[in-house]
């Protein structure tokens, strides 16, 4: 069974503040993504990852960066948190093409 | 432009029977992966099953199935002898893009409510 762990669960940040995301997989997948789920809007893409140092930029990137140092970490950075960016982060993992990702567990940030 | 769009934002059913939750997608490649996804009430976003465009028939696992209709851009779930577990959230989502590099968009999502 696939593994996606996110680091923290919980986090609470203060506006302005610098937030980092962390999540890490053990099933060496080459693709890694970062989603946000807010109601009424599902989960959207914010960064992705198609190996080591690769990040792309998925629909909704503005206000967030994203680190791929390694084939296992891909890291979220919020370098100026605003309250809009309170929401339920989702990491996920996969191999290409046709085959499904695997989702970590959720980090829910609330920015005060 | 939304690229993945399910217009149902939720469905109640009585348990055991049958239903359908529709998904429309639009995309420019020639090749692409349609999934459907499950986020359960703790949470947890599981798989649940997979269309390949390529493929005429409809994909089946368990009582999940398919009603892709490639023409139309639609990619409907069916749960047959629905359970109380069945009860949760329901996404829709594409896979386009060069191989090793693509994207995945996903929709809204359905709540599928079942009802004892």
Known sequence: EAAVTQSPRNKVAVTGGKVTLSCNQTNNHNNMYWYRQDTGHGLRLIHYSYGAGSTEKGDIPDGYKASRPSQENFSLILELATPSQTSVYFCASGAPANTEVFFGKGTRLTVV | ?116
């Open chain 2, 1 to 116: 432009a939304q690229k993945v769009t399910q217009t149902q934002t939720s469905i109640s059913v009585m348990e055991k029977t049958t239903v359908t939750m529709d998904c429309v997608y639009e995309t420019q490649d020639s090749s692409y992966f349609l999934f459907w996804y499950k986020q359960t009430a703790s949470g947890e976003i599981v798989f649940l099953i997979r269309q390949d465009s390529y493929k005429k028939e409809n994909a089946t696992v368990g009582h999940y199935s398919l009603n892709f209709q490639k023409p139309k851009s639609s990619i409907g779930l069916i749960i047959t002898a629905t359970q109380i577990e069945d009860s949760a959230v329901y996404f829709c989502a594409m896979r386009e893009g060069h191989y090793g590099n693509e994207k995945i968009t996903f929709g809204a999502g359905t709540k599928l409510t079942i009802k004892p």
